[in-house]
């Protein structure tokens, strides 16, 4: 394993989910074969990485508290949080490492209220559109970063 910090590799709502939504947007895995294939594809890369999905602002927000806290890089899917969470943004923006937002889906080619994220101006890069491949992508993306 590389000397460098544990990326965090957050996830927002419904995620916990994903097998019960559009399988035409979100793909077929489940979010714990999802998860999977992050760890793959971290350990692939020689990256450590610690995945986690929660429901609630109030529990990504602390996410992002410990991530600054701890230096740690993020990855970060703030799945619909991301089109109006001005708190997550300000939490991101505090954030002394790289962030990169991803979305399995993209947003910009979905409803027009998925066109704005508040996230993308605090973030180093959007990876979006390519399923769970835009985990790996993203981080493929940190590692060049750290
Ligand atoms: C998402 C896109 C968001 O618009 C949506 O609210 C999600 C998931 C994605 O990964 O494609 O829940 O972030």
Redesign the pocket.
């Known amino acids: 394993m590389s000397g460098s910090r544990k990326i965090l590799v957050l996830n927002?709502?419904?995620?916990d989910r994903l097998d019960l939504?559009d399988s035409l947007?979100?793909g077929s895995m489940n979010f714990a074969q999802l998860t999977d294939f992050i760890f793959t594809s971290a350990k692939a890369l020689d990256l450590n990485v610690e995945v986690r999905q929660s429901n609630s602002e109030v529990e990504i927000i602390g996410w992002l508290h410990e991530a600054a806290d701890g230096e740690n890089p993020v990855i970060l899917?703030?799945?619909?949080f991301?089109?109006y969470s001005y708190a997550i943004r300000d939490a991101a923006a505090m954030l002394p490492s790289p962030l990169i937002e991803?979305?399995?889906?993209?947003?910009l080619a979905?409803e027009e209220f998925?066109h704005t994220s508040v996230i993308s101006g605090v973030a180093q890069g959007t990876i979006?559109g390519f399923g769970p491949d835009?985990y790996r992508l993203a981080l493929i993306a940190m590692k060049e970063m750290i």
């Open positions: 927002g709502p419904n995620l939504r947007i979100y899917n703030p799945a619909a991301t089109h991803v979305h399995l889906s993209n947003p979905r998925r979006g835009s």
